[in-house]
Each structure stands twice: as structure tokens, then as C-alpha cells.
Antibody, heavy 116, light 110 residues
Framework: QVQLQESGPGLVKPSETLSLTCTVS????????WGWIRQPPGKGLEYIGY???????NYNPSLKSRVTISMDTSKNQFSLKLSSVTAADTAVYYC??????????WGQGTLVTVSS | QSALTQPASVSGSPGQSITISCTGT?????????VSWYQQHPGKAPKLMIY???NRPSGVSNRFSGSKSDNTASLTISGLRAEDEADYYC??????????FGGGTELTVL
């Protein structure tokens, strides 16, 4: 079955760029949509964006100016970059496969803290 | 985009049924049959419980059911069990091709 695993630095300095990678196993990313969702500590889920195998992307309007999602089909990975981060970007970041506008499965999530 | 509106908390006794509402607009919940529901236990990733308003993924108990009327979707859990105690989130596809989540509902099994 398809499994997803997020990876990347757990600590990022303010004003720098957050970079995460999601590695997909058990299936090809050449099908379906693949997305990123985050959850600040003690708060709810927030949609970040998704990418399709054509390279087309969609982003949350509130984050659009700072977000880039890309994919590397040769490595079966897709990535998230969020620029100019502040403490408000501290969250658990999840990657997920998106089908019929639903996320399933999800990665286990990775906590990214923005602090100097 | 504005978050979908969910009650902050609901509760019920074992064996009872509860319903969680999720209210949006005609640009999201009311406009598409792409409403999903997720269950999240503390420290865990969300788990898909319902997709396309009322469909259950393989392996999800038939005690979980979903419906929609106009701009409001609902998740009903029947025969409440202790293990159902968790946070529940709804989400919807939107007219901007984005996804939007609800604020989450904490379910307490008394």
C-alpha cells in the first residue's frame, strides 16, 4: 500500500525558507494529486497546496505568495518550499495523496519550528 | 478563503449517536459533492473517514456516515465507542480549486 514520509529540518530561522520533502513508497506519484497540509500546535488543519503529475499546482490564497510545490518523478518525491517564515509558520507539516478532493493516506507529519 | 464552521465540541455516551455539522457556502460545501471527514487522535495524523459526502473508505466502520443538505454537511457516528473520542475535521473542495478545512470538533465519549 502507498506510504508517505516527510523529511526536512525541524528548525528554521525567521525570514528563511522552510523546505520539506515527501517520499512516496508503494506507488507512483505519476498518478493522483499530492498535497501539503499543516497544523499549528493545538490548532486545526490548514490546506497549503497540491500538485498534479503535469506539474500544475494549486495553493492556499493566504500562502500563495510564499509557497512553491514541486515534484521529482524520478525519485518519487514531491517537495514544499515556504519562504520568509515567521513564528506563525511553526506547525506539524503533513503530506498526503489527494483523490476526489480527499487526503488518503497521510504521512506521519513532521514538526517544523521557526525560531532563532 | 474562510474555514468551514464546525462546533468546537460535542459529547455523547457509549452506544448513543452524535452528529457533527460542517457549514460552508455555495462556493464550497454547497457547490460540490467533495466533502470529506477526518478523525484525528492526539499526536497522530488525520485518518480519512468519509469522502465525497457519504462514501466510506475500505476498513472504516459503517457506524460512520455522512450527508449534506445545501451548504451544511454532517457526520454521524452511531453506537458511540470509547475509541471514537478524537478530533474530527471536515473539508471541502472549493470554486477556486483549493481545499478548505473546518476548525475541528472535539468529540468526548462520556
Amino acid at each position: 500500500q502507498v506510504q508517505l514520509q516527510e523529511s526536512g529540518p525541524g528548525l528554521v530561522k525567521p525570514s528563511e525558507t522552510l523546505s520539506l520533502t515527501c517520499t512516496v513508497s508503494g506507488g507512483s506519484i505519476s498518478s493522483f494529486y499530492w498535497g501539503w497540509i499543516r497544523q499549528p500546535p493545538g490548532k486545526g488543519l490548514e490546506y497549503i497546496g497540491y500538485i498534479y503529475n503535469t506539474g500544475s499546482t494549486n495553493y492556499n490564497p493566504s500562502l500563495k505568495s510564499r509557497v512553491t510545490i514541486s515534484m521529482d518523478t524520478s525519485k518519487n518525491q514531491f517537495s514544499l518550499k515556504l519562504s520568509s517564515v515567521t513564528a506563525a509558520d511553526t506547525a506539524v507539516y503533513y503530506c498526503a495523496r489527494i483523490s476526489a478532493a480527499a487526503g488518503e493516506p497521510w504521512g506521519q507529519g513532521t514538526l517544523v519550528t521557526v525560531s532563532s | 478563503q474562510s474555514a468551514l464552521t464546525q462546533p468546537a465540541s460535542v459529547s455523547g455516551s457509549p452506544g448513543q449517536s452524535i452528529t457533527i455539522s460542517c457549514t460552508g457556502t455555495s462556493s464550497d460545501v454547497g457547490g460540490y459533492n467533495y466533502v470529506s471527514w477526518y478523525q484525528q487522535h492526539p499526536g497522530k495524523a488525520p485518518k480519512l473517514m468519509i469522502y465525497e459526502v457519504s462514501n466510506r473508505p475500505s476498513g472504516v466502520s459503517n457506524r460512520f456516515s455522512g450527508s449534506k443538505s445545501d451548504n451544511t454537511a454532517s457526520l454521524t457516528i452511531s453506537g458511540l465507542r470509547a475509541e471514537d473520542e478524537a478530533d474530527y475535521y471536515c473539508s471541502s473542495y472549493t470554486s477556486s480549486s483549493t481545499l478548505v478545512f473546518g476548525g475541528g470538533t472535539e468529540l468526548t465519549v462520556l
